[in-house]
C-alpha cells in the first residue's frame, strides 16, 4: 500500500511545529529522523512501568525489562533478516564500527596486510580503521568513484587483486551522494581475490530506507544506528555472522558480558553477551523495537518506493534551479534519498541560513566525509534528505528558499 | 530565526564588497593561513608591518559571507594600528562573539555589525575566521616568523 503521508505525519508530534508562524519542513531525517508517538511510549512505558535491570533480577519487572531489550534484539534480526545471536547492540552505529575495528580489525591484521574501504565512507566507517593502521602498520587502500557517484567496481578489482585485502569496509549507502552502493558485489571480488577476507558493510543510510537482508547480502558485518530509522538516539547495534562473532574477543569488558570471573582469571559470556558489557540501553531498545514495528507495519518495499518517487521528485526541483548543481547519480534505482548539492556563488551555510529562516532543515557542512568532499572538489555542500513523512508539498518551501539565497547572496 | 537578524545590512555590503581583499601584498611582512575545520572555510592573511603598525593588510579567501564579510570589516579596522592595540582589539571582538559587551565598540567600526551573530553559535566561528588569523599573523611575526599555517579552530584566549 502506498504510505499516506498526511495520515503519517500525525504520528510525529515534532512535524506539528511552526516556527515563526511557518510549517516546519524536515528535510535533514539522513542526519537524524523525526520519532513517532509509538516510540516515545514504547519507552516511557518501560521508565513507568517495568522499571529495574536486564539479565539479572528474578522478580517481574526485571523479567519484563529483560524481555524488553531481548525482544528488541529478535526484532531487530527479522527486520534486517539475520541471526539474532549476531545482533551486537552498541550506541550508535560510530560505536558499531569501532568494535569491528578493535574485536576484529586490530587483532588480525599487521604489516602486509591491506583493509580496503572507499573515498566515499563517513568518518565511523574511515577513522576507526586508519588509526587502526596507523598502530599495526598495515595498508589502506580506497575504492574511487565514477563522475556520476558510483564506486568505480574496475578500481575495486584492481586493488583487490594481489590478494592481500583481508578486510573490506564499505557504506551500502552514501549519506552524501545517496548512492547505493553493490556491497554484494563487493564482497564477491573480495572473496574471489581471497576466501576469507571479512566484508563489514556501514548500513546506517540503508536500514531506514531499503529493505534490508543481512543473509542475501552475503556479507560479515553491518552496522547500523537507531536514530536515523524513526527510534532514539543512544542505540544502534553491530550485526555480525555468529560464527565470525564466536571467534572474536571482547572489546569492552565488565559486568553482562562474563561467565565466570575469580580473582584472576575470566571466561567470557556467549554471544553476543559478550560484547555487551555493563546495564545496556533498556529503554532506547523498546524504542527500536516501536520503531521496527512502525517500519514494518507500513512495509519497507512501500517506504522504498516512497523514497524513490520523492527523491525523483526533488532531483528534478533542484535542478530546475538556475545555478544549482547536485552531486551523486541520477538514476533512482541505485540512489537513496540523501541530495547534496551547490548554489553557485552562495556558500552552503548561507543556503542553509535562509532556508532556516524559511522553517526547511537541511544539512550544511562536510557531512563528516572529509575525503569525499575533497573528491568533489568542495568544501562543503547543502544536503537535502527526504524521508517517509515528507512528501511533494515540501518541494516548493525548499525551491522558493534557494531561490531566495541566490537573489540575496549571488554576488 | 529571521535573516535580518543575523545579516545586518553592513554584513552583506561587506560580503558584496570586500575590503582588502588581494591575494599577494607588497612588503608582506608575514603570511597566516587558516583554515574553519567545521565548514572548510579557507583564509589568506598579509600583514606587512612598518614601525610596530600595521602598515598594510589583505585577505584572500573562500568562505560564507559572515566569515568574508568579517574579515573584511577587521581589516578596515585593523589598519594603521599598532600591533599591541590590534591584538586587544581582536580580543575585545573574540568576547563580543562570546557574548561580551565590547568595551571599544566605536575601534570595531564596522566589526560590531557582527554582535548578533554571537546569538548563532555555529556561526562565531565563522565571524572569528579572519579575526583569530590577525591574531596569529601578528604572534607570528613577533616571533620572528614570516608564515604560519594553522588547520584547525584557533578560538581561543590570547596567548601569553
Ligand atoms: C553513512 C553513515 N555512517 C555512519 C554514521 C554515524 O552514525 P552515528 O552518528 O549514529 O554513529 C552516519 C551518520 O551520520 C552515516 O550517515
Redesign the pocket.
Known amino acids: 500500500m502506498p504510505i499516506d503521508v498526511p495520515t503519517l505525519r500525525k504520528a510525529f508530534p515534532t512535524l506539528a511545529r511552526e516556527l515563526d508562524g511557518q510549517r516546519l519542513v524536515y528535510l535533514d531525517s ?2 537524524s529522523s523525526q520519532t513517532p508517538v509509538a516510540v516515545l511510549d514504547a519507552m516511557d512505558h518501560y521508565y513507568r512501568w517495568s522499571r529495574s535491570n536486564v539479565h539479572r533480577g528474578v522478580y517481574t519487572l526485571a523479567e519484563e525489562a529483560t524481555d524488553l531489550y531481548e525482544t528488541a534484539r529478535t526484532d531487530l534480526a527479522r527486520f534486517v533478516d539475520a541471526d539474532p545471536r549476531g545482533v551486537v547492540f552498541t550506541k ?3 560505536e558499531a564500527c569501532n568494535l569491528m575495528a578493535y574485536a576484529w580489525v586490530r587483532r588480525n591484521l599487521g604489516p602486509g596486510d591491506v583493509l580496503l574501504t572507499t573515498v566515499m565512507e ?1 568518518h ?2 574511515l577513522v576507526p580503521f586508519q588509526y587502526a593502521a596507523g598502530d599495526l602498520g598495515f595498508e589502506v587502500r580506497h575504492v574511487p568513484i565514477t563522475s556520476d557517484g558510483l564506486l568505480d567496481m574496475d578500481a575495486a578489482a584492481n586493488l583487490v587483486a594481489d590478494g592481500r585485502v583481508r578486510f573490506v569496509a564499505v ?1 551500502h549507502v552514501s ?1 552524501v551522494l545517496g548512492t547505493i552502493n553493490d556491497v554484494r558485489g563487493i564482497a564477491q571480488l573480495a572473496r574471489a581475490a581471497r576466501e576469507d577476507a571479512v566484508v563489514h558493510v ?1 548500513g ?2 540503508a536500514v531506514p530506507q531499503l529493505p534490508v537482508s543481512f543473509r542475501e547480502l552475503g556479507v560479515d558485518a553491518y552496522a547500523l ?1 537507531g ?2 530509522m524513526l527510534g532514539p538516539t543512544g542505540i ?1 547495534a553491530l550485526v555480525v555472522r555468529p560464527e565470525l562473532l564466536e571467534t572474536m574477543q571482547p572489546f569492552l569488558a565488565g559486568g553482562e558480558m562474563i561467565r565466570d570471573v575469580t580473582l584472576d582469571s575470566v571466561t567470557w559470556n556467549e554471544i553476543p553477551h559478550r560484547f555487551e558489557a555493563g546495564t545496556p540501553m533498556i529503554a532506547e531498545a523498546a524504542g527500536l523495537s516501536a520503531a521496527i514495528r512502525f517500519l514494518e507495519e507500513l512495509g519497507m518495499d512501500a517506504v522504498r518506493a516512497h523514497e524513490e518517487q520523492l527523491t525523483g521528485r526533488l532531483l528534478e526541483a533542484l535542478t530546475s534551479i538556475d545555478g544549482v548543481t547536485v552531486h551523486g547519480p541520477t538514476d533512482l534505482t541505485v540512489r537513496g534519498g540523501a541530495v547534496s548539492f551547490e548554489v553557485a556563488g552562495v556558500h552552503p551555510h548561507d543556503v542553509g541560513a535562509m532556508l532556516s529562516s524559511k522553517g526547511v532543515c537541511v544539512r550544511v557542512g562536510h557531512h ?1 566525509t572529509k575525503p569525499l568532499m575533497r573528491c568533489l572538489g568542495v568544501n562543503a555542500t547543502a544536503r537535502a534528505s527526504a524521508y517517509l513523512y515528507n512528501d511533494t508539498d515540501d518541494l516548493p518551501p525548499l525551491v522558493e528558499g534557494i531561490e531566495a539565497a541566490r537573489a540575496f547572496f549571488a554576488r | 530565526m529571521s535573516m535580518e537578524d543575523l545579516y545586518q545590512e553592513i554584513i552583506l555590503d561587506h560580503y558584496r564588497k570586500p575590503q582588502h581583499r588581494a591575494p599577494v601584498l607588497e612588503g608582506e611582512s608575514v603570511h597566516v593561513h587558516h583554515s574553519n575545520p567545521l565548514c572548510g572555510d579557507e583564509m589568506d592573511l598579509r600583514v606587512r608591518v612598518v614601525d610596530g603598525q600595521v602598515d598594510g593588510i589583505v585577505f584572500d579567501g573562500e568562505g560564507c559571507s559572515i566569515s568574508q564579510a568579517s574579515a573584511s570589516a577587521m581589516t578596515v579596522a585593523v589598519a594603521g594600528r599598532e600591533l599591541d592595540d590590534a591584538l586587544a582589539l581582536t580580543e575585545d571582538f573574540r568576547r563580543m562573539m562570546h557574548g561580551d559587551e565590547p568595551s571599544r565598540p566605536d575601534d570595531l567600526q564596522d566589526g560590531i555589525a557582527f554582535q548578533g551573530v554571537a546569538r548563532f553559535p555555529v556561526r562565531v566561528k565563522c565571524a572569528l575566521l579572519g579575526w583569530m588569523a590577525l591574531r596569529d599573523a601578528i604572534e607570528t611575526y613577533e616571533r620572528g616568523a614570516s608564515a604560519h599555517t594553522v588547520e584547525h579552530d584557533d578560538d581561543r584566549p590570547p596567548s601569553g
Open positions: 539522513a542526519a550508535n552505529a560510530t563517513h565511523a566507517n557504506a549519506n556501514d546506517t543510510q544506528t536514530h536515523k544502534g563528516c
